[in-house]
Every structure is written in structure tokens, then in C-alpha cells.
């Protein structure tokens, strides 16, 4: 299922690059320079490697 990075909530599990990864963190920026919102979302994987994600809010996420 997918669902834009705007709607990831902390405790969501997200499959990028073929890992999955624990969103710890969420947060949203204001609207910058291309006129968008940006989200920054900080996942875990499952080896304790953390990942900090910038997006635009409608970027499409797997979620799994």
C-alpha cells in the first residue's frame, strides 16, 4: 500500500531500497523555494542503521 510522506506516522514500517525500516520520527517543514512542504522523516532499519529521509509531502512511500 502506499501512501504520500505526509501521511507517515511514527510506528509505520516503509520499505525503501528493499529494507524494511521503522519511521521513528516525522516532521514538516514549511513551504520553501519550489513551493512545496518537505517532510523528514527518520526511520530505523532492522541492524539499528538510521536513515533520515527529505521528501516532498506527496512523494509516494510503500508502506508495509
Given at each position: ?9 511514527r510506528g509505520n514500517k516503509i520499505k525503501l531500497a528493499g529494507k ?45
Open positions: 500500500m502506499k501512501k504520500t510522506a505526509k501521511e507517515i506516522k524494511v525500516l521503522t519511521v521513528e520520527e516525522t516532521e514538516i517543514s514549511d513551504i520553501g523555494k519550489q513551493g512545496t512542504k518537505k517532510c523528514r522523516i527518520v526511520a530505523k532499519s532492522e541492524t539499528g542503521e538510521k536513515i533520515v529521509l527529505i521528501r516532498p509531502e506527496d512523494y509516494p512511500l510503500e508502506v508495509v
